[in-house]
């Protein structure tokens, strides 16, 4: 069975991501990271998933992106409430944290290089998105090039290491249609960036807003609580 | 005054950049990892240089890469010793950190999109060096590549960062040279992979062997104490 690491946050996409992975036929490392993020609570919702969908090995990196804050999910700036899609379609928002996706895709090939694995899954979408710089088709491509060069399975034995993001240009409806179709239980992500002191999704955050629309689209309730 | 970041590792190619870094005129904020290495005497040795080279500011971040093991730098794998120049020719050694270069420039991305700074300075020689894949030119060019494509900066502002490397064509013996015209006091740094329970370098692994050469070729001595 072919290998595979899968970046699993405990998010609505990158769990749809890894029941794909498993449907692709790959043998799955599930990848989380706790960094300093506001809402770590994620970190025990990817556990939960990890194991309900057969992932192989759950590994949990400990990395530390408040070292150098710049973001509403890692420093006290106030994470935006209910924006309206206009708002939300206006250039990077508050919540984008610098080179996040760079940092967890390098962690990910550095697994992949010792399990001797070349595929990497992650649940970008640049369709039902906050507009991250580092969600777009063009930047996976730019890493899966870097990632030849800088590792010793790309130069010594030849290797192509191919990052997969099978949800880049789904909605997020069809994303969820897909993970429905695929038995993922939604009742364990967590997706929101600002929850309550008892871990309830806040309704309001970009995140959130993007989830029920997805949902409401897709004409399934979210089986989740709100705190709102 | 232009900012820069600078990956500072406290070895001696890394210091070398600090000074050549802020002898072209950047005002320099330096960048340091506890990644697990049981060389771990490099950071406090990076504490001093970065105050004796007056870096504006040094950051230590502290990040697991023994998660993945994979290398006799972060597990319970044997450094290699008295390599000869032919050994140490043929292919990357075990002491090669699974896209370790990938990380530590990702992390340097993230801190220059949050000072504002587009030129990040790494120490990366491919002349006498290890044969890590991440230390060639062309991964350092692919690296540049991707970090215009995966910010903010680099998105909405068309910042065009650049990767420097100055000593990537180097031998070791010029990087002396060139530091020690820099003013550069060789005797904070260190190199050693292997160090002894009390820090001193062990004079045979790659790293050492390689450092002593430079000194050899350049007419100089090293001025820190080896164990043997």
């Not at 699993?8 to 960094?35: K, M, N, P, V």
């Not at 973001?71 to 928002?93: D, F, Q, Y």
């Not at 984008?96 to 760079?102: G, I």
């Not at 039902?128 to 800088?150: H, Q, T, W």
Request: hydrophobic share 40%.
């Amino acid at each position: 069975m072919k290998r595979a690491v899968v970046l699993l946050s405990g998010g609505l996409d990158s769990t749809t991501t890894l029941a794909i992975c498993r449907a692709d036929g790959f043998e799955s490392y599930a990848l989380s990271f706790r960094y300093g993020q506001r809402h770590e609570r994620e970190v025990p919702a990817a556990r939960k998933i990890a194991k309900s969908l057969g992932a192989k090995e759950h590994r949990i990196a400990r990395i530390d992106l408040r070292v150098f804050a710049g973001s509403a999910l890692t420093a006290e700036i106030e994470v935006p409430k209910a924006r309206s899609a206009p708002e939300m379609a206006r250039g990077i928002p508050v919540t984008y944290v610098p080179a996040r996706n760079t940092i967890f895709l390098s962690y990910a090939l550095a697994w992949a290089e010792v399990l001797g694995a070349t595929d990497i899954f992650i649940g970008t979408n640049a369709i039902d998105y906050s507009g991250y710089p580092d969600c777009r088709p063009e930047f996976i491509r730019a890493f899966e090039k870097l990632a030849n060069l800088a590792t010793r399975a790309g130069v010594e034995e030849g290797a192509c290491f191919q990052v997969r993001a099978p949800l880049i240009s789904l909605s997020k409806a069809e994303i969820i249609r897909r993970g429905i179709s695929l038995g993922v239980d939604y009742s364990l992500t967590h997706s929101c960036y600002d929850p309550t002191s008892t871990g309830l999704a806040c309704g309001a955050c970009d995140s959130c807003q993007l989830r029920l629309k997805g949902f409401r689209e897709a004409g399934l309730v979210d089986p989740i609580v709100y705190a709102t």
